[in-house]
């Protein structure tokens, strides 16, 4: 059976590459081991710098609302999942995210947990969560206004509105801008940048940057947590997924 993370280092970068296409979305067991490769590169010194990416159509469609692990309990996936995921911030290498296709809801959160973003103009964020009748989450609270300042954070996500890769670009969610197709070689190229650099400066550099991140994203999960426990009771979250399923609109009454 094939895997469904591949993992190789060239040129001391690391390339963690998500086999679940099209829409590579994920579940708790996947992220931990995309976080657990991402340390073992480092522990072992054969990578400066890490490219996240995958491959298929999409970079990350989020959870699988339709998977009988999500359907049948939720609230422990997501928990479970949002732990494994704030792993990437406590990774001392850098993390480029190559974003091609479509990164939608926990997509758009997993790509925002990397230090980078390259995509093209093809590409496709959404943080569809309000479209869908809940809060959003994996920690995209913390991680989006760093990226793109408090009120582009709160367009996206009261909105839900999709932009495309230029726009995301022209906001500050995308760092570098490629050609349709060619997303993860600006991403190898972005990395072999990092990678050249003194790697204890890097590290040093970033930490700084960083500061308090990953204790600030676990912080906001709880809320984020509870606030998805809560909404995912209600007949507007009901609607929302099983519209987003059937691909229709969903038509929300407040409660």
């Known amino acids: 059976m094939p895997s ?14 998500m086999c ?13 081991r995309v976080a657990e490769a991402i340390e073992e590169v480092q522990q072992d010194r054969s990578a400066r710098a890490v490219v996240l990416c995958s491959s298929g ?16 309990d939720r609230e422990r996936a997501a928990a479970a999942l949002y732990q494994e ?12 995210a190559a974003v091609q296709g479509a990164a939608v809801g926990g997509g758009f959160g997993l790509a925002c947990m ?14 569809n969560f309000s479209a869908l009748g809940f809060h959003h989450g994996f920690g995209l609270t913390a991680t989006l206004p760093r990226i793109v300042g408090p009120q582009r954070a709160a367009d996206l996500l009261l909105t839900a509105r999709r932009i495309d890769g230029a726009e995301a670009f022209r906001l500050g969610l995308v760092d570098r801008l490629a050609e349709a197709g060619s997303e993860r070689a600006a991403a190898l ?67």
Not at 114 to 127: E, L
Not at 196 to 216: K, W
């Open 85 to 96: 995921g704030v792993r990437l911030l406590d990774a001392k290498l850098p993390i480029v």
């Open 20 to 32: 679940r296409g099209p829409a590579n979305h994920f579940d708790e067991d996947l992220i931990r």
């Open 114 to 127: 990397a230090d980078f973003r390259v995509a093209s103009q093809a590409t496709r964020f959404h943080a």
């Open 57 to 72: 159509k999409h970079f990350c469609a989020g959870a699988d609302f339709g998977a009988s692990s999500v359907r049948d």
């Open 189 to 255: 190229a972005l990395g072999a940048e990092l990678a050249a650099r003194a790697p204890l400066a890097v590290e040093s550099i970033r930490q700084t940057l960083r500061g308090s991140l990953a204790e600030e994203v676990r912080s906001v999960l709880e809320r984020e947590l509870d606030e998805q426990r809560r909404l995912w009771r209600t007949r507007d979250s009901e609607a929302g997924i099983n519209a987003s399923l059937a691909r229709t609109i969903p038509d929300f009454v407040g409660e």
């Open 4 to 17: 469904d993370l591949n993992v190789s280092v060239a040129d001391r970068v690391a390339i963690v590459e």
